[in-house]
């Protein structure tokens, strides 16, 4: 438990600079490859005696890039594509930008000038955006390239990712090169869209290449004809601090380079994304297949059997880390409300002290409750980098605006009439808060703490976008490896804590209840 | 000691509304006095010029010799007592506790002054002061709104329309323990009300107010024999003939 905590605290003091002996802080965005390399680059490191962290499944692009640039984290794979168009920027001639060699060394250029980032050689293989239908829309429409897709595309319905759709080089450079329109566009999560095309909901999606999804669906993948999408050469991109001060872990991700081919890479995410296989397992075979790390004969092939035993084994096989996550899930949490209830309550009652700022204070607030969790979080990244502290700013907004409200409505709404007594008979106004209007508020107030408390330890299950961890971890996890059991170890234990922790504030309610409104004892 | 209650034309505007239009007013220590009129005649306003929940525009406010600018206001509210409607009472406070709130705002609280003041309305402290407010009647919540305004031994009683809640039978002893106590004390009590009978019941000294100004003051049978306007003789009229039946 103390280890835990310890843990905790360190994390939020992540991007200070610390003692040599730091560990290598590894991420990963949130679908199965990029799970799988980072996987592969920690135990490289590992298996080398170098210390490492892994913060695996950031929400996007922007946000493990933004963590990178921030040195919160140290090194995640990326593409090279991604790195020119979403977040250079840059728009190269014809000549440069299909080229790989060009591109990569474009990038390795730019990033190196603009952040002091490293891009190590391409480990090998090219995971290029894969535009995929079913075999009976193919035959129906005759669709083969993304030309004949821009024929048929207004009888289809896309379901693309979020990702896709915002990026340069994803649905909006697409659709100036194909003149491609749909006859709707509907934002998937990258585990469940093959499942969606598969079953019928949407016609079109967004892959890539080494899905290993792409076979068991049986899916058509729609040729590029016009190559428009860019060379996506994938590789090891490494943020300032790593390339300046750790050669040795360089050194040995570099040993990745050159070696993973796309029939490799294919198999690998088969085994990750089809057959549900431990993906530290399978990156560890792979790497002993590589002769990168030694290991006994037959390791990694253990987790694909244990995959096929029940739930409950499962679940008690990852007891620790369910244990870990629950924990780190419920102090993410409590500190959050602890702040809300601490900031929340003396700004309600100083609204009410001023009315006539206080619909504009509330009409602030509630608009920060209607931004999106994972936008406000998104938010937070510039403010605070990753991790713990933009966790508990965001879910500490949430939490705000319903401790404020119930504060204000609560003891502005006391009993008019005790309140204009009192006054009359010669209270003083602070009397009068704390004998009258606050006690009488407190049930109204304490329904608003525990809608917050509902929020956020729901809304703390996203926090694992900006790697804070909690019981969201295995549910962004499981949900980029298409892995039902794994989302349901965050899952189960999230739905349990909500209903608890309700449970517990309803007592607290009962204690605090003003005692005329408690039931009598007989 | 009891104290006189005085305003020299007094004015006050609540925005566009006039509720009270040069209204001066004397009412003498120790007596009991009743202002009538209907809602919106600023009857409230002028009862609560006194403990300065209202501070008039223009004109001056007398208590006992004092002018209330000079006081402070919250000195000021625990020197006079006060009694509303509905009571306002604090429902999650106990009999006893509400009794003692001023005394406990000036830290004077004592409970030996809290059983006086029980007492003097009629209640039993030891039955009731352990109770709260919604385990009472409403007769017997106003008794203990009175006990309150009477515990930190207040020097005049402002009573805004006490019995107004209250049904027939619990009125008329409600109104029975406030006399008995102004009679005790010799308290100076200044009643607003929209009820004539109710007044001419309670006191000898009527004051009749309308649109912001006094129609005409005095006894009940001076209203009767020569009302000074329409409105005194339409009011009289009217509380003549409900005690009139219908079919004669």
């Keep these: 438990m103390k280890k835990f905590f310890l843990s905790f605290f360190a994390a939020s003091a992540l991007g200070a600079q610390n003692a040599p002996a730091r560990p290598v802080v590894i991420a990963s965005k949130p679908f199965g490859e990029s799970y799988l390399l980072a996987e592969m680059f920690a135990q490289v490191l590992e298996s080398r005696g170098m210390p490492v962290t892994r913060r695996f499944g950031f929400g996007a692009t922007e946000v493990a890039f933004g963590a990178l640039r921030s040195n919160s984290i140290d090194v995640y794979p990326e593409y090279t594509g991604t790195g020119l168009i979403a977040i250079l920027h840059d728009s190269l001639p014809d000549s440069i930008a299909r080229d790989p060699l060009r ?6 250029r730019e990033f190196s000038r603009r952040w002091g980032m490293r891009w190590l050689p391409p480990l090998g293989f090219e995971n290029t955006y894969a535009i995929a239908v079913r075999q009976e829309t193919a035959a129906k429409y005759n669709l083969k390239t993304l030309t004949d897709l821009a024929r048929a595309g ?27 329109t749909f006859k709707s566009v509907r934002s998937l999560s990258p585990a469940l869209k093959y499942q969606a095309l598969a079953q019928g909901g949407v016609d079109v999606v967004d892959g890539y290449s080494t899905d290993g999804l792409l076979a068991k669906y049986d899916l058509v993948v729609l ?21 300046v001060t750790n050669p040795r872990a360089i050194a040995a991700l570099s040993l990745l380079s050159g070696k993973l081919d796309e029939r490799t890479m294919r198999g690998l995410n088969q085994r ?39 739930f409950l084994q499962y679940l008690l096989d990852h007891r620790s880390n369910i244990i870990d ?10 500190l959050a409300l602890l702040a809300a209830i601490v900031i929340g309550i003396p700004l309600g009652l100083a609204l009410e002290r001023r009315r006539h700022a206080a619909e504009g204070t509330l009409a602030v607030l509630g608009v920060i409750e209607t931004i999106p969790s994972i936008a406000l979080l998104a938010f937070m990244l510039p403010l605070f980098g990753v991790g713990v502290a933009p966790a508990l700013t965001a879910l500490w907004l949430y939490a705000l605006y319903p401790v404020v409200r119930a504060t204000y409505t609560g003891v502005r709404e006391a009993d008019p009439d005790a309140v204009e007594a009192a006054e009359a008979l010669g209270t003083t106004p602070s009397q009068r808060l704390l004998w009258i209007r606050l006690p009488l508020a407190t049930p109204v107030i304490m329904s608003g703490v525990r809608t917050a408390a509902v929020i956020i330890v729901g809304a703390a299950t996203l926090a694992a976008f900006i790697g804070a961890g909690g019981l969201g971890e295995p549910i962004v996890q499981g949900l980029a490896l298409a892995d039902t059991r794994l989302v349901l170890t965050g899952a189960i234990p999230a739905a349990i804590l909500a209903v608890l922790v309700d449970r517990i504030l309803a007592i607290g309610e009962r204690i605090l209840r003003p005692p005329h409104l408690r039931t009598k004892r007989s | ?25 004397s009412v003498p220590a120790e007596s009991f006095t009743a202002i009538v009129g209907e809602s919106g005649s600023g009857k409230t306003t002028l009862l609560r010029c006194f403990n300065r929940m209202v501070d008039p525009d223009s004109g001056s406010v007398t208590v006992g010799d004092r002018d209330v600018r000079e006081s402070d206001p919250i000195e000021l509210r625990r020197s006079i007592g006060y009694v509303q409607q509905h009571g306002g009472l604090l429902p999650h406070w106990t009999v006893s506790k509400n009794v003692a709130l001023i005394l406990r705002a000036m830290n004077r609280e004592s409970s ?45 009683l402002l009573l805004d329309e006490p019995f107004g809640a209250l049904d027939a039978v619990s009125r008329g002893e409600v109104q029975d323990a406030f006399i008995a106590v102004q009679r005790e004390l010799a308290l100076t009590m200044l009643l607003v009300t929209h009820d004539l009978s109710e007044a001419a019941r309670l006191s000898r000294d009527i004051v009749v107010m309308k649109n912001g100004k006094i129609e005409q003051r005095g006894h009940v049978a001076e209203l009767r024999d020569s009302p000074a306007t329409e409105y005194v ?16």
């Design chain 1, 103 to 108: 591109v990569y060394a474009h990038v390795s």
């Design chain 1, 154 to 180: 207004p009888n289809l319905n896309a379901g693309l990712t979020a990702d896709f759709i915002g990026r340069p080089d994803g649905l909006a450079g697409l659709r100036k090169a194909y003149d491609l």
């Design chain 1, 223 to 243: 040729l590029d004809d016009k190559r428009f999408f860019p060379p996506y050469q994938a590789a090891a991109l490494a943020g300032d601090r790593l390339a």
């Design chain 1, 272 to 310: 990750v994304e089809v057959n549900h296989e431990d993906a530290a397992s399978v990156a560890k075979s792979a790497l002993s297949a590589l002769g990168l790390i030694d290991t006994p004969d037959g390791a990694g092939s253990t987790e694909s059997t244990s995959s096929r035993a029940g």
């Design chain 1, 325 to 334: 996550q629950t924990l780190r899930h419920l102090l993410l949490s409590a």
């Design chain 2, 1 to 25: 000691m009891s104290v006189s209650l005085d305003t020299q034309e007094v004015s006050k505007r609540f925005g566009p509304v006039v509720a009270l239009d040069n209204v001066s007013l």
């Design chain 2, 112 to 156: 030996e002054s809290v059983k006086a003041s029980l007492s003097l309305v009629g209640l039993d402290p030891v039955k009731f002061g352990s109770r709260f407010p919604r385990e009472l009647s409403g007769g017997q919540r106003q008794r203990v709104a009175l006990a309150r305004a009477l515990a930190a031994k207040p020097r005049a």
């Design chain 2, 233 to 248: 003789a339409a009011l009289i009229g009217s509380a003549m003939r409900q005690l009139e039946p219908l079919q004669a």
